[in-house]
């Protein structure tokens, strides 16, 4: 039986004839051209009325023609195959559609069937049928069963038709083939009911196993309607889609389609679109189908913990050591987190280095906390990746969702997601419960968030710079940026109290733009005012020393306000700097160094920073945290511990500064210590640009009447 390749055409002119009625039409009046020729000499012998007159030729003319004559859009070379194709095959015929040409009308679609016949002279004959024509006419209805059984068992589709009693006419080949556990009942007059339930008593059909009589009873009623268009799945793993017509005089007629193809494709782009491409988990679409799925089967003393996991140190991974590594280790961590629960379709990958975890259970939230404190340990473990180590860990938020619960079940992902928040904010490796609490705080940042963006469009964020000074000579040696907000209701914001938003909302980027340009603009008027020497520091953080471009940023400010890097000092965290955490952080503060900038830490005493990393990367100076400083003067201890900084580094040859330097008590201890350099209260606050000239014309009238009165003494 031949297959149509063009399944969806076949399928529309199906119904379009089922519709139509045009089937019936072509059962009452059959036409076909039928040409045969000697299979040795290739001499025309016969043709039928209908070849003759369409082709308006007498008998005479056309036994005069060749075949190619009669059928010229046949070449020789493509008859040939098809005359080879029919001798080769066992049943001696081959079936083809073609467009040919007509006198005075368009080319028309073809249906050609090709029969070599062996005995008792070898003929090969030719059928040509005007499909167009054919659908379009009514067949004499004395052949009306024979012309169907031909053109139904020409179908891809499996094809039946019932009488008005609903008993079996005819069906097709391919119908017995999809229905393979009922074909033995499929004889003519026996009912659909009956074919149907000796399928049923078979298990051919998947969706009635368990509820057979309720599945009968439905699929009768279906069946019963005047037009049915419904899709079936078999045991065999076909899938079926059934289309049923009643005909004018009260049978049925229907189609069975093949659509198991379609189906697999449609599961799989269901299954591409729930889950998530590299780890096989689901994505975040598919855990929302996910959760509300097990919200629906919770029992009432039941509950689901919603766990948001984070991953710490990520980012440098990815950039330091390639998008492979990156792979390598969310891999690493989806399997670690799949080992944790009982049922992997509870575990979803919803953002770059963010899992989520559910876990249904009655225990209390010790359990899930544990699970939480487990995980974390296990991500905390460094693991190789192509020889190479691969430090990260995880920081988790949970909330839970109970059938009490008052809120919709996407408000754990929320609280989970609040949760996880403040975990972070608390430091790496910690797990945070959601507590209503928490979402005000989350309310306020986001409201902190939208006021931040509306205020850099409206140019409310500027640096104030605080001096820094040589206290034994009164030297000015430079300023520290420090960005404050010109709140027009709050007056003005410190750094403290809106960067933790800034940095959620993804501002910084924005932010520390501001602060580039306006300390350019500022080492520039400082030049002008006389002090060449001095230096504007600015702050760096982990993000910005992450930017392959933060040289190229830096750069373009710089070019605007015609300074150089001498003009310039970039101030790092020294956990940013010797954590080297990220390739990328250590190669921008090489270029930074190499490009003329002078490196300082910030900080310095917090951390855990190695005195080789100093000289690793020529730190030009250390800024003594305001911890070592305050009370110095009358605390023996930070005596020691700020001494022994300041000597380790005068030994190495980096300078040293002293941070929140208050009172002349603090700068005289630090004086004796050999630290000469200070920032502190007890000189200057921050200040914007236009209140620093006057500090700076102030200071400068101080120092030269000191410089008087010392030069008379």
């Not at 556990?181 to 059909?205: C, P, V």
């Not at 782009?269 to 509300?292: K, P, Q, S, V």
């Not at 860990?393 to 059938?403: N, Q």
């Amino acid at each position: 039986m031949e297959t149509d390749p063009n399944q969806a055409a076949n399928f529309r002119m199906m119904v379009e004839m089922l519709d139509r009625n045009i089937l019936q039409s072509t059962f009452d009046m059959p036409m076909a051209e039928v040409i045969g020729w000697d299979a040795i000499s290739g001499n025309i012998v016969a043709m039928n009325s209908v070849a003759l007159t369409t082709r308006k030729l007498t008998l005479r003319q056309g036994m005069r023609c060749t075949i190619s004559d009669l059928i010229p859009e046949l070449s020789v070379a493509r008859l040939a195959r098809f005359i080879d194709t029919v001798r080769r095959r066992p049943t001696g015929e081959v079936i083809f559609r073609i467009m040919l040409a007509r006198p005075n009308g368009p080319p028309r679609l073809h249906r050609i069937v090709m029969r070599y016949i062996y005995e008792p002279k070898p003929t090969i004959v030719v059928m040509v049928q005007n499909i167009t024509r054919y659908l379009e006419a009514r067949v004499a209805a004395s052949n009306a069963e024979a012309i169907l059984s031909t053109a139904i068992e020409s179908l891809p589709d499996g094809f039946v038709l019932y009488d008005a009693q609903d008993r079996l006419v005819i069906c097709n080949n391919r119908y017995r083939d999809i229905y393979r556990k009922s074909a033995a009942a499929m004889r003519k007059g026996t009912t659909f009911e009956d074919i149907l339930q000796y399928g049923l008593d078979r298990g051919e059909y998947a969706e009635a196993i368990g509820r057979e009589k309720q599945w009968l009873k439905e699929r009768l009623a279906a069946h019963r309607s005047a037009e049915v268009t419904v899709e079936q799945r078999l045991t065999s793993g076909q899938w079926l889609r059934i289309v049923e017509r009643q005909t004018a005089d009260g049978g049925r007629v229907g189609l069975r389609i093949d659509i198991t193809e379609h189906k697999d494709n449609e599961a799989a782009l269901e299954r591409f679109a729930r889950t998530d491409h590299l780890t096989g988990l689901l994505n975040r679409r598919g855990l929302t189908d996910r959760l509300n799925t097990l919200a629906g089967e919770l029992h009432a003393d039941e509950r689901i913990a919603v766990l948001h996991i984070d991953l710490d140190k990520f980012k440098s991974i990815n950039d330091g050591q390639g998008h492979d590594a990156g792979d390598f280790v969310l891999t690493h961590v989806a399997n670690v987190l799949c080992e944790s629960v009982e049922d992997t379709a509870n575990v979803a990958r919803v953002g770059g280095d963010e899992f989520i975890v559910l876990i249904r259970s009655t225990g209390e939230k010790d359990a899930s906390l544990a699970t939480s404190r487990k995980i974390i340990t296990q991500l905390s473990q460094p693991v190789s990746y192509q020889d190479r180590i691969c430090n990260f860990g995880a920081c988790i938020g949970i909330a839970y969702y109970g059938k009490d619960s008052e809120a919709e079940i996407d408000s754990a992902l929320t609280g989970a997601d609040i949760a996880l928040n403040e975990a972070k904010q608390a430091g790496r490796g910690q797990c945070r419960v959601f507590e209503v609490a928490m979402r005000d705080g989350a309310v306020k940042l986001i409201q902190m968030a939208q006021e931040i963006r509306l205020g850099i469009e409206a140019g409310e964020f500027e640096p104030f710079f605080q001096p820094q000074v040589n206290t034994v000579t009164g030297e000015i040696v430079g300023f520290e940026a420090l960005i404050r907000w010109r709140h027009p209701t709050r007056g003005l914001v410190p750094a403290f109290d809106f960067l933790p938003a800034a940095e959620k909302a993804g501002l910084m980027d924005a932010l520390d733009d501001v602060v580039m340009d306006k300390s350019c603009a500022a080492a520039a008027a400082v030049a002008s005012w006389g002090l060449d020497r001095a230096s504007i520091s600015i702050n760096m953080s982990m993000p910005q020393l992450q930017d392959p471009d933060i040289l190229k940023r830096l750069e373009k400010y710089m070019s605007r306000h015609n300074v150089c890097p001498a003009n310039m000092r970039i101030e790092l965290l020294e956990s940013t700097l010797l954590d080297e955490r990220s390739e990328i952080i250590v190669q921008n503060v090489h270029r930074l160094i190499d490009n003329g900038f002078l490196v300082e830490l910030d900080d310095f005493g917090t951390g855990h920073a190695a005195i080789a990393t100093l000289r690793k990367f020529a730190v030009s100076r250390i800024k003594i945290d305001r911890s070592l400083v305050q009370h110095i003067d009358t605390d023996d201890e930070l005596k020691v511990i700020t001494g022994a900084i300041i000597g380790l580094a005068s030994r190495l040859g980096i300078n040293v500064l002293a941070e929140g330097v208050e009172t002349a008590g603090e700068q005289r201890a630090l004086q004796d210590l050999r630290c000469a350099t200070a920032q502190g209260y007890l000189h200057a606050r921050p200040m914007p640009l236009d209140a620093l000239k006057s500090w700076v014309s102030a200071h400068q009238a101080i120092k030269d009447s000191a410089k008087c009165r010392h030069a008379k003494a």
